[in-house]
């Protein structure tokens, strides 16, 4: 018996791994996120049990504790356990918590690695997190963490960095972001991309600066991209303009 911790990649069922598409047409039980498709899940037989665990911002959810106590319970009982995460389980999924809490519980596990938004997001916008000569690497972090807390996270080291910032889970702190960057010492005019329901039909893209990012209403779920690429679309019907000469698009004025 065997509880595999399935990446369900970033919204498209369409890139949903050979691997995990497998396991959910062999599963047992489903015990799924909030963000999963409904798609994703019509994988699994018509007899398997589908748990949702998401969490719902501002609505009662369970908590880690009663995950890992779900996951060890249908672990004990079942054959083939799915547990279904968006993105990449290892990616600020806590897959590595479940993971350690099955197996202290004698529960075999298996990851089933998925496709991250951190750079699925930038890449359905257009966005290299890494472009030759303009951004040389990419840090991706959580605002799960209140940016004001100063807690965790080094944000002047952030801003400081010269590549490229991914940040994951801030839509409700997008202004205290701006506000701890632009106090980390970068500059307004940086380009930011923030990609809302990445690789959805309802996908949305807001292109403005470090300054507009304070004023825009950003919805979860979504990826803010923050670096010079940000003011890139290399999907776009034009040629690629030189960095120096891009303008951030959908400013907010």
């Known amino acids: 018996m065997t509880v595999h911790l399935v990446g369900a990649g970033p919204g498209d069922p369409g890139l949903l791994t050979v691997r995990a598409a497998g ?3 062999a599963a047992d039980t489903v015990v799924y996120d909030r963000l999963v498709d409904p798609a994703v899940l019509e994988l699994a037989p018509p007899w398997a049990e589908l748990v949702c665990v998401g969490k719902t911002p501002g609505a009662p959810s369970p908590s880690q504790d009663d995950i890992n106590a779900i996951l060890i319970d249908r672990g004990r009982r079942f054959g ?3 547990r279904l995460k968006g ?4 990616v600020f999924g806590r897959g590595g918590e479940e993971a350690a809490a099955l197996r202290a519980a004698g529960i075999d596990v298996e990851v089933v690695p998925g496709v ?3 750079v699925a997001a930038p890449a359905a916008a257009g966005i290299p997190v890494t472009l030759r000569g303009v951004s040389s690497g990419f840090t991706v972090v959580t605002a799960h963490q209140d940016p004001a807390s100063g807690r965790w996270l080094d944000w002047d080291a952030l801003a400081r960095a010269g590549t490229t910032l991914v940040i994951l889970m801030g839509a409700a702190r997008a202004e205290q972001i701006a506000d701890r960057l632009r106090a980390g010492g970068m500059p307004d005019g940086t380009p930011v991309a923030v990609i809302g329901a990445a690789t ?3 996908q949305t893209i807001h292109r403005t600066d470090l300054s507009g990012l304070r004023r825009l209403r950003v919805a979860s779920p979504a990826t803010i991209v923050v670096g010079a690429v940000a003011a890139t679309d290399v999907l776009a019907d034009s040629e690629l303009a030189s960095i120096g000469a891009l303008t951030p698009q959908g400013a907010v004025p």
């Open 80 to 82: 083939c356990v799915v």
């Open 23 to 25: 396991l959910l047409r």
């Open 116 to 118: 991250t938004s951190a």
């Open 200 to 202: 959805t039909s309802d």
């Open 87 to 90: 993105g990449d389980p290892f």
